[in-house]
């Protein structure tokens, strides 16, 4: 007879899921995770299928309610209708240095640096102003964000080096901490920058695509010539400077690279040891994913999974940025539901001193929220509260999914790529994260295993 004692719709707080080691069974609301057998998977099978249980399943049925009682398993959601989003208070700020860029890479969401207008630079006096609207409208919040971002920030490196002395200065008037990231293709890379960098403990972000082929494929010169060799040699030569260990190798796969793993074993023979890597986000072309890659994209997902697995075992570890995964103290409460907060936390700005939801949402009118000289204006702060309620429990599909607490809601820029609304997450964008999210959390076991 079907267990009579047990509601299915239950099973919706739970989340099981094989990995090569066995079964991961996940509570959704609480995020504990437990390894279970096959015999508790065909139970949780069964009993979602509605379909009678053995007498050795009951028993196991009856367990899983046990742990029930414990809150251990198929815990509540605490915050589900009473969720109040953070007050519109600034954490951080993208600044678009610059808006061109020595390369023409082929995937580029940004029109290669001019974000579909003019190719301009940010003055000092547009950054100085923006870093002082920071620095003024953070509130209580100590630890502050700076990007710079382009387009090629390397190409107005000056302003940027103006830019971080004058923040240092500015940030103990206010007794507060800015922490300077700035994301380049490479090209320009010199000692010189790599030593500023070093001393102003600025993190770097580094744009790499992998093995030569896939990277001369789409990291173009104006004259469509590759730079692998180029890029390769300035990031060798900016690690080696790098003692704060505080930059990392970014690449992007595309339709062309969908064996992304090889990419990273690249980097791994040439001593590149902190990493990430993100699918390509086109409408169309032959370099748009698509829901047939999905199997070939899992099983990559899990080969990475498996060889960081083994680098670990063997004492040579390399960090990937979408493994990282604490299942005790992971982020706090609004980051968890809503993610970056562009739009009323993080907010860029343009060479113009012209304000918009986040970097991707440059050139999108619709979505300009203000300038630097006038601050955000009074008739955005519809779109202001918008972003501010795009949080899980105000999206359908996301509370329909185990991940939610996870990925907050995914990205909001390409959700309205996709969809021309903030609220309908892209979906194949969430299925690769849930796929990277089971790597990241039986790695995550593994990992407190080994502790014990």
């Known amino acids: 007879m079907v267990w009579e004692n047990f509601d299915v719709s239950e099973l919706a707080k739970i989340h099981w899921f094989a990995v090569p080691d066995g079964w991961l069974l996940l509570d959704i609301n609480s995020g504990s995770v437990m390894r279970i057998d096959e015999d508790t998977v065909k139970c949780l099978n069964k009993l979602q299928a509605g379909e009678e249980l053995s007498a050795d399943e009951q028993e196991i049925a009856e367990e899983l309610m046990a742990l029930k009682e414990e809150q251990v398993l198929f815990t509540d959601d605490a915050y589900l209708g009473k969720y109040i989003p953070p007050a519109p208070v600034l954490k951080s700020l993208c600044l678009n240095i610059c808006h061109d860029c020595d390369l023409r890479c082929r995937y580029c969401f940004a029109s290669t640096g001019s974000f579909g207008g003019k190719r301009s630079m940010m003055s000092f006096e547009t950054g100085a102003a923006a870093l002082d609207y920071l620095l003024t409208h953070s509130g209580i919040r100590k630890f502050l964000e700076v990007d710079f971002f382009g387009g090629e920030p390397l190409l107005n490196i000056d302003v940027v080096q103006r830019l971080v002395a004058y923040g240092r200065e500015r940030e103990k008037e206010f007794g507060k901490t800015l922490r300077f990231t700035f994301t380049t293709n490479c090209v320009g890379l010199t000692p010189e920058i790599a030593a500023w960098a070093e001393e102003n403990a600025v993190s770097v972000v580094l744009s790499h695509d992998g093995r030569k082929e896939v990277h001369d494929r789409q990291r173009v010169f104006p004259d469509g010539s590759g730079s692998y060799e180029q890029v390769t040699e300035n990031i060798k030569m900016f690690l080696a400077q790098n003692t704060r260990q505080n930059a990392i190798v970014r690449g992007t796969y595309t339709g062309y690279n969908k064996d992304f793993s090889e990419d990273i074993k690249h980097w791994l023979d040439m001593g590149f040891p902190r990493l990430s890597m993100e699918p390509a986000v086109e409408l169309y072309g032959p370099r748009k994913l698509h829901e047939e890659d999905l199997p070939q994209l899992k099983e990559e997902y899990w080969k990475l999974a498996e060889l960081f697995e083994a680098r670990r075992e063997e004492g040579r570890p390399f960090d990937f940025f979408h493994f990282k995964l604490n299942l005790k103290q992971g982020p706090c409460l609004p980051k968890r539901l809503t993610g970056c907060g562009a739009g009323y936390e993080y907010m860029v700005v343009t060479p113009e001193g012209e304000f918009y939801p986040c970097h991707q949402f440059v050139g999108r009118e619709e979505y300009k929220l203000g300038t630097v000289a006038e601050g955000v204006w009074p008739k955005s702060k ?71």
């Open 382 to 452: 519809e779109l202001v509260d918008k972003f501010r309620n795009a949080h899980v429990y105000n999206k359908e599909s996301c509370m329909n999914c185990w991940a939610r607490f996870f990925c907050s809601g995914g990205c909001h820029a390409n959700a309205d790529l996709f969809h021309h609304d903030i609220m309908q997450p892209y979906e194949l964008g969430c299925k690769i994260s849930r796929i990277r999210l089971e790597c990241a959390i039986w790695l995550a076991v593994k990992e407190a295993e080994l502790c014990d």
